[in-house]
């Protein structure tokens, strides 16, 4: 079908047309124009984002479950602590790395830190008996 446009001279005539620029009514129809995007106009947009959200969940559990099981296999203990035990995990990387907590940093002198020393030396001796 190419070649045949080609052979007839359509497919060059519409190349130069492009080129250029004489048949400016079909794309100057919607320049200047505002044009609202609704849930209409972006539903593909909406609906690839959404099954992609829904892919990767699904991997995350996948995943969850067969390292898990690989686990109970290993250590001989049930699925469901493993399962536990690594969604705990999980969501305490997560929440390190979204809430990261601040490290302090004390400067003190070496006459202070024997200070603390001592002071947790004399406090330990009550509790720790010779």
Not at 41 to 65: D, K, Q, R, Y
Request: aromatic share 8%; glycine share 8%; with cysteine.
């Amino acid at each position: 079908m190419i070649l045949r446009y080609r052979e007839e001279g359509w497919l060059t005539s519409k190349s130069e047309e492009w080129i250029s620029g004489k048949n400016k009514a079909s794309c100057s129809s919607s320049l200047g124009q505002k044009t609202q995007f609704g849930v209409p106009v972006l539903a593909g947009l909406i609906l690839i984002l959404g099954v992609g959200l829904v892919l990767s969940l699904l991997m995350v559990i996948l995943e969850l479950v067969y390292v898990s099981y690989t686990d109970s296999l290993k250590t001989d203990t049930g699925f469901m602590s493993c399962f536990k035990e690594r969604i705990n995990k999980k969501l305490s990387e997560v929440k390190e790395e979204w809430f990261p907590r601040r490290k302090e940093k004390i400067h003190k002198s070496k006459g202070n830190q024997n200070q603390n020393q001592n002071r947790f030396q004399i406090s330990m001796k009550g509790v720790i008996k010779d």
